[in-house]
């Protein structure tokens, strides 16, 4: 079962004296090929308020502020969603894949079954040289943005040779 997936999260300096920067999960969002939907928000993510960032101008308003889930249960329902073999999909989705994994604990606990990859539709477009349609949809909400990566690379697929 394909699954197109999007996070969004906040890249910090880790203040371990160490030249090292941590990825703060915010949201996430999954639409499987079948197009059933699952989007979920991290209650950790307190630090990452400072209206002046990035993330406080284009994330944080979007959220549902009363929709928040702790790391144990979006584990378990990311991967009651995902099934036994997804094969996951996302868009410049290295740290995506980076936060997916370490949900886990890393990339080797992953569950039973799963790749230890993720595909790219960017990578994908790069190879057919095909364009997907612009996002009409809100950007930077998990959400709306796993939605349109199902879409574009069904609209891809369609048109590749």
């Known amino acids: 079962m394909k699954v197109f997936f999007d996070t969004e999260f ?13 990825i703060v999960p915010i949201s996430i969002g999954l639409v499987r090929e079948d197009g059933e939907e699952l ?13 002046e960032m990035w993330i406080g101008q284009h994330v944080l308003p979007l959220l549902d502020r009363t929709s928040f889930a702790l790391p144990d ?17 996302g868009y410049y989705c290295d740290y995506d894949w980076v936060l997916l994994c370490q949900l886990y604990g890393g990339m080797m606990r992953l569950p039973s079954g799963w790749p230890m990859f993720c595909r790219d539709l960017k990578q994908h477009i790069v190879t057919f040289g095909i364009e997907p349609p612009k ?27």
């Open 10 to 22: 906040s890249e910090e300096f880790a203040e371990s004296g160490r030249a090292e920067y941590i």
């Open 39 to 51: 989007y979920l928000q991290w209650e950790e993510w307190e630090g990452v308020q400072d209206s």
């Open 73 to 89: 249960t979006i584990r378990t329902r990311v991967k009651r969603f995902a099934g036994v073999k997804p094969e996951w999909w």
């Open 135 to 161: 996002q009409t949809s809100v950007e930077h909400h998990a959400l709306a943005d796993a939605r349109w990566i199902k879409s574009a690379w069904e609209d891809v697929e369609h048109r590749r040779p």
